[in-house]
């Protein structure tokens, strides 16, 4: 069975840093397009980053050069670095697979929230 | 950056009846095309992708259609199950993007 499993959301004040983590298992993270998407309150989601199996990576420009995107293969986990955070990034943060290699997304985690504020 | 338009922004309808939602693309998304159920609490649930084609699991009364810019999610017949908010996204050009929602409320 497919599942992703998130950790590391909090409360943190602006110009922090905050590291999430993914969990994945029934599947291997490495073989997949593998994305993170946010969601803040009361709004659609945004795409925020994807990992090629390549190892390419992809940023929205919301967050491009403050945030890193990365794998451990061994451990079968997915990461978001997340520097210099402001307000706006306040949302729940979701890992997700991308269907069998493209950008539509086939499985989802609970997601795990974000609060920055002072 | 490509925007897509969903309409209407809330739909109130009863069980059994019809629904079509509405999603309009800035310009063309080919046939790469999403859509998404959300429930409050939970992640998105994929629905359909490429236009027309039901995602694993999903129920045959939903359905896609349209290409281009132009695209709808219809529900032949609601079932309880199926109110809550709807997305569509493309993935044909960056960044992916996504509607802002449609509401679909029990009426």
């Known amino acids: 069975e497919v599942q992703l499993v998130e950790t590391g959301g909090g409360l943190i004040q602006p110009g922090g840093s905050l590291g999430l983590s993914c969990a994945a298992s029934?599947?291997?993270?490495?073989?997949?397009?593998m994305n993170w998407v946010r969601q803040a309150p009361g709004k659609g989601p945004e795409w925020v980053s994807v990992l090629y199996t390549d190892g390419s990576t992809y940023y929205a420009d919301s967050v491009k050069g403050r945030f890193t995107i990365s794998r451990d293969n061994s451990n079968n986990m997915l990461y978001l670095q997340m520097n210099s955070l402001r307000a706006e990034d306040t949302a729940v943060y979701y890992c997700?697979?991308?269907?069998?290699?493209?950008?539509?997304?086939?499985?989802w985690g609970q997601g795990t929230l974000v609060t920055v504020s002072s | 950056e490509i925007v897509l338009t969903q309409s209407p922004a809330t739909l109130s309808l009863s069980p059994g009846e019809r629904a079509a939602l509405s999603c309009r693309a800035s310009?063309?998304?080919?046939?790469?095309l999403a859509w998404y159920q959300q429930k409050p609490g939970q992640a998105p649930r994929l629905l359909i992708y490429?236009?027309?084609n039901r995602a694993t699991g999903i129920p045959a009364r939903f359905s896609g259609s349209g290409s281009g810019t132009d695209f709808t999610l219809t529900i032949s017949s609601l079932e309880p199950e199926d109110f809550g908010d709807y997305y569509c996204?493309?993935?044909?050009?960056?960044?992916?993007?996504f509607g802002q929602g449609t509401r679909l409320e029990i009426k």
């Open positions: 490429d236009a027309s």
């Open positions: 996204q493309q993935r044909r050009l960056w960044p992916i993007t």
């Open positions: 997700a697979r991308g269907r069998e290699l493209t950008l539509d997304f086939d499985f």
């Open positions: 310009q063309s998304v080919s046939s790469f």
């Open positions: 029934g599947f291997t993270v490495s073989s997949n397009y």
